[in-house]
């Protein structure tokens, strides 16, 4: 499996990785939300390579927020799932369920 480092945060590069940890679990999202940060992750790569080609600050700066703009429209689509499917899932559990559920969705939202 190939992996990318962003300072401490290690992506990994396979869908099969989403399902091999323990408590982990598939949305029908989670293949379109991996393209899109691999493709995120290769537009990073090409701003890097600007700045090792020393291009002007204007355009470097133009592509950052590009993909800025990509990583976190990964990360609204990956939260809107969670919402509409794990959170909706504890309507009608027992009260331990939705007492974790709601805990889970506050946890979340401070990633809006």
């Known amino acids: 499996m190939q992996s990318l480092t962003f300072g401490i945060l290690i992506v990994p ?3 099969d990785s989403l399902t091999s940890a323990p408590g982990a679990h598939l949305h029908e999202s989670h ?5 899109r ?3 995120a992750a290769g537009h990073l790569d090409h701003v890097i390579e600007m700045i090792e080609a020393h291009k ?3 355009e470097i700066a133009q592509q ?7 990583i976190a429209n ?11 499917h ?3 899932d504890s309507f009608g ?6 007492a974790k559920s709601l805990d889970d969705f506050k946890t979340i939202t401070k990633y809006l």
Do not use: F, M, W, Y
């Open 93 to 98: 559990a027992d009260e331990n369920v939705r």
């Open 13 to 15: 590069h396979s869908a």
């Open 31 to 35: 293949p379109a939300i991996t393209k």
């Open 64 to 70: 950052l927020h590009a993909v800025e703009k990509a």
């Open 86 to 88: 794990c959170l909706e």
């Open 74 to 84: 990964a990360k609204r689509v990956l939260i809107q799932d969670h919402i509409d």
């Open 56 to 58: 002007g600050c204007t």
């Open 37 to 39: 940060l691999k493709r």
